[in-house]
C-alpha cells in the first residue's frame, strides 16, 4: 500500500492520501508553500520499513539532511519535505483515535420528560372534565324541571350539586399549577438535553431520532449507543 504525503491547497495541513481517503495533519497553514500537494510517497516494506519515494522532479525531499529521490528508509530517520525543511512527523501515519461519547443515559432524560409531560396532560384533562360536571347537572335539573312541577325538589337537588361541584372545581383550578408545572419539565428537559461532550443542546425531537445519528452536530464526536 502506497501513501501519499503532501499539502493540503485549503488549510495547508499535512495531507495524508491512504486507501483513497484523505487525512489531514497538524494546525491549519503549518506546511510551507514549496511542499507540493503530492510531494512525496510511502510504502511499507517491512516492520518499520519504508521506501520512500520524491513524486515529483520540482520536490525536494530530505533523509537525514540528504536530498533523495528514492530510498528505504527507516522510522528513525530524520525526513523534510521542501528546501524550508519541513520535518514529517511519523505520527501523522497513526490513525487518529475516534473520541466516542455515550449517549445511553439520555433516553432515560427523554423517558422522565414523555412521562411527566403525559401526567401533566392527563391532569389538565381531568381538570376539564371537572369543570364539565356543573353544566351537565344544572341541564339535568333543568330537564327534570321541565317535565313534571312537582319534581322541582330533585331538580333544585341536581342545580345545589352542581354549584358545589362547581365551587369544588373553581377551588382545584385555583390550586392548579399545571402550567408551571409544564414548564419547569420543559425547561428541566432542556438543560439535561445536551451533548455529554461538548454540553451544547441537542435538536433532536426524540431519543429514537437521536440514535439514528452517529456524532454531535457541533463538536462532531461520535455516539456511542
Given at each position: 500500500?502506497?501513501?501519499?504525503?503532501?499539502?493540503?491547497?485549503?488549510?495547508?495541513?499535512?495531507?495524508?492520501?491512504?486507501?483513497?481517503?484523505?487525512?489531514?495533519?497538524?494546525?491549519?497553514?503549518?506546511?510551507?508553500?514549496?511542499?507540493?500537494?503530492?510531494?512525496?510517497?510511502?510504502?511499507?516494506?517491512?516492520?518499520?520499513?519504508?521506501?520512500?519515494?520524491?513524486?515529483?522532479?520540482?520536490?525536494?525531499?530530505?533523509?537525514?539532511?540528504?536530498?533523495?529521490?528514492?530510498?528505504?528508509?527507516?522510522?528513525?530517520?530524520?525526513?523534510?519535505?521542501?528546501?524550508?525543511?519541513?520535518?514529517?512527523s511519523w505520527t501523522a501515519l497513526q490513525e487518529p483515535k475516534v473520541?466516542?461519547?455515550?449517549?445511553?443515559?439520555?433516553?432515560?432524560?427523554?423517558?422522565?420528560?414523555?412521562?411527566?409531560?403525559?401526567?401533566?396532560?392527563?391532569?389538565?384533562?381531568?381538570?376539564?372534565?371537572?369543570?364539565?360536571?356543573?353544566?351537565?347537572?344544572?341541564?339535568?335539573?333543568?330537564?327534570?324541571?321541565?317535565?313534571?312541577?312537582?319534581?322541582?325538589?330533585?331538580?333544585?337537588?341536581?342545580?345545589?350539586?352542581?354549584?358545589?361541584?362547581?365551587?369544588?372545581?373553581?377551588?382545584?383550578?385555583?390550586?392548579?399549577?399545571?402550567?408551571?408545572?409544564?414548564?419547569?419539565?420543559?425547561?428541566?428537559?432542556?438543560?439535561?438535553?445536551?451533548?455529554?461532550?461538548?454540553?451544547?443542546?441537542?435538536?433532536?425531537?426524540?431519543?429514537?431520532?437521536?440514535?439514528?445519528?452517529?456524532?454531535?452536530?457541533?463538536?462532531?464526536?461520535?455516539?456511542?449507543?
Amino acid at each position: 500500500m502506497e501513501i501519499i504525503i503532501g499539502r493540503n491547497p485549503n488549510t495547508r495541513q499535512l495531507a495524508i492520501i491512504k486507501d483513497g481517503k484523505q487525512l489531514l495533519y497538524g494546525a491549519t497553514n503549518s506546511v510551507p508553500m514549496d511542499v507540493s500537494r503530492h510531494h512525496m510517497s510511502l510504502k511499507s516494506v517491512g516492520t518499520g520499513k519504508w521506501l520512500i519515494k520524491n513524486l515529483n522532479e520540482n520536490n525536494v525531499t530530505f533523509v537525514n539532511g540528504i536530498a533523495v529521490e528514492s530510498k528505504t528508509i527507516s522510522e528513525n530517520d530524520k525526513v523534510e519535505l521542501g528546501n524550508s525543511r519541513y520535518l514529517f512527523s511519523w505520527t501523522a501515519l497513526q490513525e487518529p483515535k475516534v473520541e466516542t461519547v455515550d449517549i445511553r443515559p439520555l433516553k432515560q432524560v427523554w423517558e422522565e420528560y414523555q412521562q411527566k409531560n403525559f401526567s401533566i396532560k392527563e391532569h389538565q384533562k381531568n381538570m376539564g372534565l371537572l369543570a364539565s360536571i356543573p353544566l351537565g347537572f344544572s341541564m339535568l335539573g333543568g330537564v327534570i324541571a321541565g317535565i313534571a312541577s312537582e319534581i322541582q325538589g330533585i331538580a333544585l337537588t341536581f342545580s345545589g350539586v352542581a354549584f358545589i361541584i362547581f365551587l369544588y372545581g373553581w377551588y382545584k383550578r385555583s390550586q392548579d399549577n399545571s402550567n408551571i408545572e409544564f414548564n419547569a419539565n420543559q425547561e428541566d428537559f432542556e438543560r439535561k438535553w445536551i451533548c455529554p461532550k461538548c454540553k451544547r443542546p441537542l435538536n433532536f425531537r426524540s431519543y429514537t431520532i437521536l440514535e439514528q445519528n452517529d456524532a454531535c452536530p457541533y463538536c462532531k464526536t461520535k455516539f456511542k449507543k
